[in-house]
């Protein structure tokens, strides 16, 4: 990450120029998005991933100023990574005529690398402003999270307007959303100084459970960002949480009268 400058009145910013509030009680820094001069007075920062703020003529958007280089990760920090694939047909025109993308692999978290990848079993996923959250199972209950997607740049609003293309409406309804999550010490070796991992051994296999969902619908879109509501695919199949069998040999009263 490139060096932080406190915010002051009337100062000049480029694009790309990294801001910190005088009181950085949430934790983020700022990227400039839109170059100007900064205001009479501080901005109100975001204290979310991902948005947008104002300042007189500089635009900023909001990111993690957390772990900001992998080399001060604790090598058992959890590394959440993001799958989103496009379904035939429905995402996009059979047979792909347009060449679209139909994958995007990306994650909110940290980086060593200058273009902000990190890059795990062999596959690159892009740095993106994103906020996830709701993913905690609840008694009986299969989870609902939340996807929201910084739009500062346009880019999300760019897909949707080519699945809309494909589907009416569809706002990639039924797109597929897979949640991957390893640890800092398992990862490819390129993601390091000299190639070579610090922490141990790189392996592709070391990962929790995938978690898989598709998106129900899109819940909200403005200029800043645009949220997305998951399913889980076990929730769409109508399958209740947990999906097991009750036996009475776990159970022994199962199937006794009570007098």
């Known amino acids: 990450m490139s060096a ?13 120029d990294i801001v910190a509030p005088t ?7 700022f ?11 501080e901005p109100n ?20 100023s957390v772990a900001s280089d992998l080399q001060v990760i604790n090598p058992s920090a959890i590394i959440e990574l993001f799958v989103l694939t496009l379904k035939e047909g429905l995402n996009y025109a059979t047979g792909n005529p347009d060449g679209v993308t139909t994958v995007y692999r ?3 978290g940290s980086s060593l690398k200058n273009n902000g990848e990190i890059v795990w079993a062999g596959n690159s996923y ?4 994103v906020k996830a959250e709701g993913f905690a199972f609840q008694k009986g209950m299969l989870p609902r999270p939340t996807l929201t997607v910084s739009n500062a740049l346009g880019t999300i609003t760019s897909i949707l307007l080519s699945v809309n293309q494909t589907s009416v409406g569809n706002d990639l309804t039924g797109a597929t959303v897979t949640r991957i999550r390893t640890l800092a010490r398992f990862l490819d070796a390129v993601n390091f100084p000299g190639d070579i991992n610090p922490y141990g051994t790189p392996d592709a296999t070391a990962e929790f459970p995938q978690e898989i969902y598709k998106i129900d619908r899109k819940a909200a879109e403005n200029r800043d960002a645009v949220q997305f509501e998951l399913a889980s695919v076990f929730d769409l199949a109508g ?6 069998q009750c036996t ?6 199962i199937g006794t009268a009570i007098g």
Do not use: C, K, M
């Not at 009475?248 to 009263?253: H, K, Q, V």
């Open 4 to 16: 932080a400058t406190v915010w002051s009145a009337s100062a000049s910013l480029s694009v790309g």
């Open 23 to 29: 009181s950085a009680s949430s934790g983020l820094f």
């Open 31 to 41: 990227r400039v998005t839109q170059a100007g001069t900064t205001g009479s007075s």
């Open 45 to 64: 920062w975001a204290t979310v991933l991902g948005e947008t703020v104002y300042d007189n003529n500089v635009r900023y958007v909001s990111f993690s």
């Open 106 to 108: 990306f994650h909110a």
């Open 126 to 129: 892009q740095r993106f402003p």
């Open 239 to 244: 399958i209740r949480a947990p999906n097991r």
């Open 248 to 253: 009475r040999t776990e159970f022994p009263s």
